[in-house]
């Protein structure tokens, strides 16, 4: 299990995790864009949404850290564009610990499979602040 800070940009992710592997020496980060993701009928992409980062990610010091930037249509707000993100190999202690955060909290995703988890979900906590649960194979 781990938690690791989850960063999102408004159009210029691959400049700063680019900047950041440099910073902190590490090899070309790890990058998928919006356009390598399964395609999804509930969420339509144009060609220049399919160039924006949909995850990125480079390891600091032992603990991973995650980016993407935000896509057409969501709201992007300085100050407010970083989450949690909890990764568990153990489906029940994720669905206890979702289930638990959005009590009093907004759900962004609920707690469901994904091209890239078994199970992913997304809440703001009712303190605002973001919270996403991934469940980790393996």
């Known amino acids: 299990m781990s938690v690791s800070p989850y960063v999102n940009f408004n159009g210029n992710c691959r400049e700063a995790v680019e900047f950041y592997a440099r910073v902190f ?10 356009g390598e993701a399964p395609p999804n009928p509930a969420f ?22 995650m980016f993407s930037d935000v896509p057409p249509g969501m709201n992007f707000v300085i100050g407010n564009n970083i989450s949690i993100t909890v990764q568990s190999k153990n489906r029940e202690e ?38 996403q649960f991934n469940f980790v194979e393996g």
């Open 25 to 34: 020496g590490k090899a070309a980060p790890r990058i998928m864009t919006f």
């Open 94 to 131: 994720l669905t206890r610990w979702f289930t638990a955060m959005k009590e009093g909290g907004n759900v962004v995703m609920e707690l469901a499979a994904q091209s890239w988890s078994k199970l992913y979900g997304f809440v703001h906590d009712k303190f605002a602040v973001g919270w």
């Open 44 to 65: 339509t992409i144009d060609d220049s949404t399919k160039k924006l980062i949909m995850h990125a990610e480079i390891d600091v010091m032992g603990t991973p850290l």
